[in-house]
């Protein structure tokens, strides 16, 4: 296998969540690993992937052999009724062969998501996305008081992962506190990566 690297898997209508996938990319490229973005196609209301095999641009889609070989994941969405948006569900729900040989076990894991509004359901999504990680046999990994941006936000952050208010338009940038959360996630994921011995594949 190549060298270890940090999976950030996420999928991002409007570059909000994008956005957080780069500086949660950048906290785990500070702890010495590789970080690769990776995002997946748009659905149809049929659950059929609807968008050209290579995305026209940002990072390739995701496959299988990606999240098997990672030494972590972190996983992003936008909210959607409080819950993960329905494309990177779909590409969730294609990992049972993942399951069935246990690739995943033992493996860090975290989430972050963005909502349009400041209540938009950040912690359900968060919760969410969990669930089938901690069915692949996952470690979760939060974000700690430690962080004393956790305590001063006034936009996102929560202890289940990092969060960003996008607002209504899903144009309002990331403030200090939140980047300065996704770059903890990234940091922290990548570490225990590291102390898992995870970066030695």
Not at 109 to 137: D, I, K, N, R, W
Request: charged letters at 15%; one cysteine or more; proline letters at 5%.
């Amino acid at each position: 296998m190549s060298t270890a690297y940090i999976l950030v898997l996420y999928y991002s209508r409007h570059g909000a969540t994008a956005d957080m996938a780069r500086h949660i990319a950048r906290g785990a490229e500070m702890q010495g690993l590789e970080a690769r973005l990776r995002t997946v196609p748009a659905v149809s209301s049929e659950c059929e992937a609807v968008a050209d095999s290579i995305p026209a641009d940002g990072p390739p889609y995701a496959s299988l052999d990606d999240l098997k070989h990672c030494a972590g994941l972190v996983l992003g969405s936008p909210t959607r009724f409080g819950n993960m948006a329905a494309p990177l569900k779909y590409f969730l729900d294609g990992t049972s062969n993942l399951w069935l040989t246990g690739s995943l076990v033992g493996k860090p894991a975290a989430v972050f998501t963005s909502t349009a509004s400041l209540h938009g359901g950040q912690e359900t999504t968060l919760l969410s996305m969990l669930l089938p990680l901690l069915h692949h046999g996952m470690l979760i990994t939060g974000l700690p008081y430690s962080e004393s941006a956790l305590l001063e936000t006034r936009g996102g952050g929560t202890p289940y992962g990092a969060s960003h208010h996008a607002g209504a338009d899903g144009k309002r940038a990331l403030d200090e506190h939140e980047i300065t959360l996704c770059r903890a996630l990234g940091q922290r994921l990548a570490s225990t990566a590291l102390k898992l011995g995870n970066d030695r594949g």
